[in-house]
């Protein structure tokens, strides 16, 4: 059965995940809109180091962030400039860790979908004295909600999913990096294979859960192969 | 006279290309992460001395071993501890009678601060740190040690909040290093060069503060017929090995 501990750290990871998704779709929606309307010859660089965590190993990220948040690196410093504790082992470097790891799992759904509503309903909206704010919001919006769709189920999922990045800046502290991830690692590491097969399965049934939900809801098919 | 010269040249590359193998092996090894450094030392003066060479992979014991009991490939196991390599004695894995103590581990509290941790391990009471890191103890032996000295010294549930964890030993060290957290427990041979440590600021924990750290070599079945393998477990016992493993901090079985 599920220990406290296990249950602990389900709890965390789908607190990780809840707050990573919503601050990955503030921050990857302008981004996203940006990137599908620009011509700027920058474009293509910032497609690449948003897509960059696709190929990485987590271990490169994973690495950087430790070098970077801690009390030398430049992030480090930052956070002891604004007064705050530098971020491994940490709740927050947890969750910003996350944010970088997922971002094109929700950016690449939205720019997709963003491209492919073109430019005429945006034209008729404009006829219609709509300004920018409402166009998005009353015409791009309720457009781009299968991709809407995939880019939150994904960037949740794949959250939950991490495990590189945060076996190497977390430092495996219960309630605040040990995600279920980290859980069932120290669990197989120490033969524990009972406690790994329930925690284990606990995921997979989700996972599955999810996805199946996802292709059963939307009528148009999420392109979750075009990601891989 | 043309076919002689032909054949002793076949003979000589039969030799080069598969003579070699049959004198010289690969032994694949396990080697628990705290003992890396010497160990890369002593594979090489083993190679110099046998011609045999050996393939390392670094990582913490608790790893290795449920690796070893799922048909892990290693042939020879250094673990930082007894225990491991008696359970895979026990699972039948090992080659009977090969296992021994090939060195005793020393822990040591560490921190990147020059004059951060005195001779007494009192900044452990005083210290206004915010982090304290050690080797996850349900995986390796030297975060059992370091949690033995806390309880010890009784400040374990007080400083237990303070914890973060490294997967071995060498990520604990790494996470004290990149002075993520302020200090930590690692193993000696980490921090030590020519017998000093001469990085930071360290407190060497005297022996009554934990159980002896007995870090065990055994062979297993899989390399009973690697010539190689059985020929590193007796290399390991010899002069040579003694000295670099002695100059890394560790004390020799008796």
Known sequence: ?228 | MQTSRISRLAITLALLLFGQASWSATVLVAVAANFSKPMTEIAGEFEKATGHSAKLSFGSSGKFVSQLKSGGPFEVFLSADEKGPEKLEQAGLTVPTTRFVYALGKLVLWSTRIGYVDDQGKILETGNFKHLALANPKLAPYGIAAVDVLKKMKLFEKLQPLFVQGENIAQTYHFISTANAELGFVALSQVIEKGKITNGSGWIIPDNLYTPIRQTAVLMKKGAKNLGAAALIDYLKSKPALAIIKTYGYDLAK
């Open chain 1, 1 to 228: 059965m599920l220990a406290n501990a296990d249950l602990d750290a389900l709890f965390l990871t789908f607190k990780v995940a809840s707050i990573s998704t919503v601050l990955m779709l503030l921050l990857g929606t302008p981004l996203a809109w940006w990137l599908a309307r620009t011509t700027c010859s920058w474009k293509s660089a910032i497609n690449a180091i948003v897509a960059l965590p696709l190929v990485l190993p987590p271990t490169v990220l994973g690495f950087y962030l430790l070098v970077l948040m801690g009390p030398s690196g430049l992030i480090g410093e930052l956070t002891t400039w604004i007064g705050v504790d530098t971020l491994p082992f940490t709740f927050p470097g947890i969750v910003l860790a996350s944010v970088l790891y997922s971002m094109p799992f929700v950016v690449q759904p939205l720019q997709t979908a963003f491209a492919s509503i073109g430019e005429q309903p945006l034209e008729a909206a404009a006829t219609l004295r709509a300004g920018p704010l409402d166009t998005f919001f009353s015409v791009v919006v309720p457009l781009a909600k299968p991709g809407f769709l995939t880019a939150i189920i994904l960037g949740f999922t794949h959250t939950v999913g991490e495990f590189g990045v945060v076996l190497m800046i977390g430092g495996n502290i219960p309630d605040k990096t040990r995600v279920v991830s980290m859980q069932i690692y120290n669990h197989v590491e120490a033969l524990e294979y009972n406690e790994a097969h329930w925690l284990a399965g606990c995921l997979l049934l989700f996972s599955f859960t999810v996805l199946l939900l996802l292709y059963t809801v939307s009528k148009t098919q999420p392109n979750v192969q075009q990601l891989k």
